[in-house]
């Protein structure tokens, strides 16, 4: 108080006076600057406002990255995320692709061909009684009493019926207009690298959606320039550039978007043909939106790198993310698909929906899933059947397997949906005394689908070019077409050892 008050104070707080002037000038300057820029640049259109930063920036900056057809620009200082080893799961991805779009056209077709026939017979039929009951009254037509056109048979949803008879239906739905070319979501894009080779690589596929939602860390122009413009996030500026950077059929087929997936997926309902999940560990978080975002008779893509938690690990944490327990055997890999699988089943569940696994598979650090998205509140009731408990047994390599559910038919035939009967095991190991282990539950259903499998094969033998991991590819799809498929877990290891070891012995 004596300080403020005494003389001494003065000519300092005169100094500050001042120098807060100098300030406050310095601050208009600057505001009065950007603000002429602003206008600067809010007279040009979009376009050249992207020629602008592209030409203000170090082009020297930059490295070109070819994959497959697609080409990307990596600042040297830029952090969105681009892994080089991925090739493997983009080239398997693509060759995935290629079947959906060729496996949902033949189905569009095959639809079609039903229903013309069958509208031939009823036309036929309907022809020869109206000629036999009534041949003085006039042609029969298609209208209803009530006026009504009758339509394509509407179909509910809680009809009983199996897999085959519920994929006829969902695809007759889908017939109802004309095919369109499939829709891919990119929901955790990065670069774009991804989304531009599926829109340049993948003949027939329509709009691609890249979104991401990363903030990056930005140098000081970036983000004086992204608050001048509202502009976007550091992935999604380097996707927009690599759309530019890739042409024409880029530009008019991939749009980027800065958002959060979860809440564009949510948003989105069954608009996407294809959603691919390629997060950084665990899609868990995704997976809820992921499968509503879906369309009936889509495909859903999915990637999981935390392999250490999904292999046992951490068996608390699977728990919690997947709600499956994981177990330390020998078939832990298999196991990681079958507790991604059970998991996306949850949660297709929820919104009466279902999966049918096309191919799984674990490769490098990860293991990606492709499965098909239906709807159907029956054929849903069929889930516990595909899904099972593992005992393991602490001291040996023995493991029995606990289905969640089991069925029984009623007098009538008619099937009953009943939980599964337990235990499966005794207390103890019959072979060496000791105790087991609970994990699961596990999707115990097929992982793939072997007609996938080998025309995905086909298709990639005939392209080997267009593959850059072409090599890898190919063997893991040769190895999981030659191994038996239905097999579980460890009966799939001694299966493809026995399998090896057949192979050998030919060969010697
Ligand atoms: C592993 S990278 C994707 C790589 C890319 N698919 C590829 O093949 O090159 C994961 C990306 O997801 C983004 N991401 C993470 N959480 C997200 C969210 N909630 N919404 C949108 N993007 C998200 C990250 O910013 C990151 O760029
Ligand atoms: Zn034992």
Redesign the pocket.
């Known amino acids: 108080m004596y300080l403020l008050l005494s003389g001494t104070l003065k000519p300092k707080s005169s100094l500050l006076i001042t120098r807060r002037t100098k300030q406050s000038q310095r601050l208009w300057f600057f505001f009065f600057f950007f603000w002429q820029c602003s206008s600067l640049f809010c007279k040009l259109g979009v376009h050249e406002k992207e020629e602008i930063t592209m030409a203000m920036e170090d082009l020297n900056d930059y490295t070109i990255i070819k994959e497959g057809e697609a080409e990307i620009l990596m600042h040297a200082k830029n952090e ?4 080089k080893t ?1 090739v493997n ?2 080239d398997i991805s693509i060759a995935v692709l290629r079947s959906f779009v060729s496996k949902r056209k033949q189905e569009h077709e095959a639809v079609l061909s039903k229903r013309a026939s069958a509208t031939k017979v009823s036309e036929k039929n309907a022809f020869e009684s109206a000629a036999e009951e009534a041949p003085n009254e006039s042609v029969v037509t298609d209208e209803k009493s009530n006026g009504e056109t009758e339509g394509p048979e509407e179909i509910s949803q809680d009809e009983p019926c199996g897999d085959s008879e519920e994929f006829v239906k969902t695809t007759e739905r889908r017939v109802q207009g004309k095919l369109k070319p499939p829709r891919v979501l ?6 774009g ?2 989304s531009l080779r599926y829109a340049r690589e993948v003949e027939g596929l329509g709009q691609v959606v890249a ?4 903030k990056g860390s930005l140098s000081m122009y970036h983000m004086m320039y992204q608050m001048l413009f509202l502009i976007v996030s550091s ?1 999604v500026e380097a996707c927009r550039r690599n759309i530019k950077f890739n042409g024409s059929v880029a530009c008019s087929k991939v749009e980027s978007h800065l ?4 809440v ?1 997926m949510l948003t989105h309902p069954k608009e996407f043909d294809v959603v ?1 999940l ?3 560990g665990s899609p868990s ?2 997976l809820d939106s992921a499968v509503q975002s879906v369309v009936d008779g889509g495909m859903l893509m999915c990637t999981a790198t935390d392999m250490a938690v999904l292999c046992g690990g951490n068996g608390e944490v699977c728990y919690s993310k997947y709600g499956s327990y994981p177990l330390r055997g020998k078939y832990c890999h298999e196991m990681a698909l079958r507790i991604l699988l059970a998991c996306i089943e949850s949660h297709a569940n929820r919104y009466k929906r279902y999966i049918v696994p096309v191919l799984s598979v674990q490769m490098d650090f990860y293991v990606r899933v492709f499965v098909r998205v239906y709807t159907s509140a029956s054929a849903m009731k069929s889930t516990p059947l595909k899904l099972s408990y593992v005992y393991q047994c602490t001291g040996c390599d023995s493991f029995h397997l606990q289905p969640v559910g089991r069925t029984a038919s009623n007098k009538n035939n008619s099937v009953r949906y009943l939980p599964g009967f337990g235990p499966a095991v005794p207390q103890v190991c019959s072979d060496c005394g000791k105790k087991f282990n609970m994990g699961g539950p596990i999707w115990s259903a097929p992982i793939h689908d072997q007609e996938w499998v080998t025309s995905i094969l086909a298709d990639m033998h005939s392209m080997k070019d267009r593959y850059p991991a072409y090599d890898r590819i190919s063997a893991v799809l040769t190895t999981i077409s030659e191994v038996c498929l239905i097999f579980l877990l460890f009966f799939a290891f001694s299966c493809l050892t026995n399998h090896i070891f057949t192979k050998w012995m030919i060969n010697n």
């Open positions: 969105v995320f681009y892994n991925q799961n983009r990119e929901a955790l894009s990065a670069s690298l991804r979104l991401d939602n990363d992935s958002a959060d997936a979860r564009y691919d390629d997060p950084y978080v995704f």
